[in-house]
Each structure stands twice: as structure tokens, then as C-alpha cells.
């Protein structure tokens, strides 16, 4: 096997482990509610859009999502309130 291949295999499996599936960004991102349970914990969020809620610490209803490690291809989503910054809630891309 050439050994530039390989040497490209070696690389994207340990990009793929450490920027992807980093363990300590994944405990922190387990930890973070799903959008069922931060609903289900903080009542007055609820918006009309059952895909939505509000910032817990705010109110404001202007949350944004992004990737957990900024990598378009994460199926980890954090979603971020655009007032506070605090994040709020995770979520799962359909994708995945
Ligand atoms: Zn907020």
C-alpha cells in the first residue's frame, strides 16, 4: 500500500475521533437537555412550534443551531440563544 494513503487513512481516523466524537465535548454535549426535556423543565418556554422554544434565562425567542464541533457533518447540533449565548439545548441532526 502506498504510504501516502495510508498515511491519509491514519490522519482521517484520528480527525474523524478527535474533532468529531471528542470525548469531552460529547460528555458536554450529553449533557445538555434535549428540546423535549427543556420543555418538559421549563413550561413557559413553549412557542407555538413544537421544533422551537425559548431562552430559559431571556425569553428571547431567537435561538440559533450549530454543529457541536463546527463541523458541517456532525450530527450534533447545540442550540444557542442569540441574546444571551447561553446554550440552551441540544439536538440530533435527521440526517444522522
Ligand atoms: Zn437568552
Redesign the pocket.
Known sequence: MDIWVLLLLVGGALFYFFVMYSRPQDKEWEKLPTLEKYLAANLDCRVDDPELA???????E??VFQTLSGVPSDPRFKHT??????V?YRGKSLMS
Open positions: 425559548k431562552c430559559r434565562h431571556c425569553g428571547s431567537k435561538i440563544c442569540v441574546s444571551c449565548k447561553k440552551l
